[in-house]
T-cell receptor, first 111, second 113 residues
Framework: TQLLEQSPQFLSIQEGENLTVYCNSS?????LQWYRQEPGEGPVLLVT?????EVKKLKRLTFQFGDARKDSSLHITAAQPGDTGLYLC???????????FGTGTRLTIIP | NAGVTQTPKFQVLKTGQSMTLQCAQD?????MSWYRQDPGMGLRLIHY???????DQGEVPNGYNVSRSTTEDFPLRLLSAAPSQTSVYFC????????????FGDGTRLSIL
């Protein structure tokens, strides 16, 4: 089983602050996805990164795939209350189409 | 658009009972999967399917069966419910592989007494 550890597990910050969430593994993934989940709902895809070193931006969110394709980070600039939610990374294993999810980071933005 | 529909939304079972969680998608996706979500553990893959007639095990398959007779449906069967199976179950579908964006249902909250 390929494990994806996310840190921190919980994060509570004031509106307007910046933050970074990390997703780490000892295994190499062919691609990596980030999802956000609201209470009572299923996760919703934010982004997919495929190439080592790739950086993608989604408004105030910046996603980076590590050069070795073992880790990823999500940076949020000037956090807003609407960013509150559970953030999950998910890595696609080579060869068997299994999508492995990370342990999750629960983010709370305080107005 | 219906997307991925899971039924029921809530269920309470007694230990030893069996039941089937239903999952249907109307997007003609080949790839479907079942996950369970427990506090502090993210989503763990139970079973997945890359097309009708093809299924494979995920990380935590014990105690669960699946079948994929049509592209649209991917039911999850609990053979003999145990308290350790108390969880929130999510079904997802997407494209032709796990690389494609996965569309999730709203989950089934299952309690085993």
């Amino acid at each position: 089983t390929q494990l994806l550890e996310q840190s921190p597990q919980f994060l509570s910050i004031q509106e307007g602050e910046n933050l970074t969430v990390y997703c780490n593994s000892s295994s190499v993934f062919s691609s990596l996805q980030w999802y956000r989940q609201e209470p009572g709902e299923g996760p919703v895809l934010l982004v997919t990164v495929v190439t080592g070193g790739e950086v993608k931006k989604l408004k105030r969110l910046t996603f980076q795939f590590g050069d070795a394709r073992k880790d990823s980070s999500l940076h949020i600039t000037a956090a807003q209350p609407g960013d509150t939610g559970l953030y999950l990374c998910a890595g696609l294993n080579f060869g068997n189409e299994k999508l492995t999810f990370g342990t999750g980071t629960r983010l709370t933005i305080i107005p | 658009n219906a997307g991925v529909t899971q039924t029921p939304k809530f269920q309470v079972l007694k230990t030893g009972q069996s039941m089937t969680l239903q999952c249907a998608q109307d997007m003609n996706h080949e790839y479907m999967s079942w996950y369970r979500q427990d506090p502090g553990m993210g989503l763990r893959l139970i079973h997945y399917s890359v097309g009708a007639g093809i299924t494979d095990q995920g990380e935590v398959p014990n105690g669960y069966n699946v079948s994929r007779s049509t592209t649209e449906d991917f039911p999850l069967r609990l053979l003999s419910a145990a308290p350790s199976q108390t969880s929130v179950y999510f079904c997802a579908s997407g494209g032709s592989s796990g690389y494609q964006p996965q569309h999730f249902g709203d989950g089934t909250r299952l309690s085993i007494l």
